[in-house]
T-cell receptor, first 112, second 113 residues
Framework: AQSVTQLGSHVSVSEGALVLLRCNYS??????LFWYVQYPNQGLQLLLK??????LVKGINGFEAEFKKSETSFHLTKPSAHMSDAAEYFC??????????FGTGTRLQVFP | NAGVTQTPKFRILKIGQSMTLQCTQD?????MYWYRQDPGMGLKLIYY???????DKGEVPNGYNVSRSTTEDFPLRLELAAPSQTSVYFC????????????FGDGTRLSIL
């Protein structure tokens, strides 16, 4: 069985500061991991995905995530936050089934 | 390239009414999904389909029904609307659920009063 835990339902940063959104997973098989972003009144859009190639994955809009098997983590980072990054972010895991398991989401606020 | 299209975008229903949320995709994806999103709860899978004619229950199927007569369409039906079904509903599709991302529609915001 798979599960995802996102630590922190809300994260606030200043513009230009480091963004760190945490995701820990549980999976009985090698997982595939995804980060999605949701802007207000829109559906989810893929930011990046890990599918067992490189452990450091680069996505759109300057985001990246590192797969750490020993820590069962897949944290999302961005070196310098921009106002346009304000959104809700979801981590998801797929483990050899037809379904994705989503975390409960982290809302990112960016202050000027 | 339309992707995944959901209609309507907003709807208000009275308790006990029924309605169908429409979802269509033009990417020839075999896999399609219906989720509901409630504040602070993430996305919960209602039903999914691995191809035309095949559907299966997700995590929260009670009170909903689906059908998949074509690859393109995957409607979700609420038979007797209840206040607990007030939510935002998302449809998604994927060519490969393990390695490929799901493509989402913009959602249907449903209120049951």
């Amino acid at each position: 069985a798979q599960s995802v835990t996102q630590l922190g339902s809300h994260v606030s940063v200043s513009e230009g500061a480091l963004v760190l959104l945490r995701c820990n997973y549980s999976s009985s098989v090698p997982p595939y991991l995804f980060w999605y972003v949701q802007y207000p009144n829109q559906g989810l859009q893929l930011l990046l995905k890990y599918t067992s190639a490189a452990t450091l994955v680069k996505g759109i809009n300057g985001f990246e995530a590192e797969f750490k098997k020993s820590e069962t983590s897949f944290h999302l980072t961005k070196p310098s936050a921009h106002m346009s990054d304000a959104a809700e972010y979801f981590c998801a895991v797929s483990g050899h089934t037809d379904k994705l398991i989503f975390g409960t989401g982290t809302r990112l606020q960016v202050f000027p | 390239n339309a992707g995944v299209t959901q209609t309507p975008k907003f709807r208000i229903l009275k308790i006990g009414q029924s309605m169908t949320l429409q979802c269509t995709q033009d990417m020839n994806h075999n896999y399609m999904y219906w989720y509901r999103q409630d504040p602070g709860m993430g996305l919960k899978l209602i039903y999914y389909s691995v191809g035309a004619g095949i559907t299966d229950k997700g995590e929260v199927p009670n009170g909903y029904n689906v059908s998949r007569s074509t690859t393109e369409d995957f409607p979700l039906r609420l038979e007797l609307a209840a206040p607990s079904q007030t939510s935002v509903y998302f449809c998604a599709s994927s060519p490969d659920p393990l390695r490929q991302p799901q493509h989402f529609g913009d959602g249907t915001r449903l209120s049951i009063l």
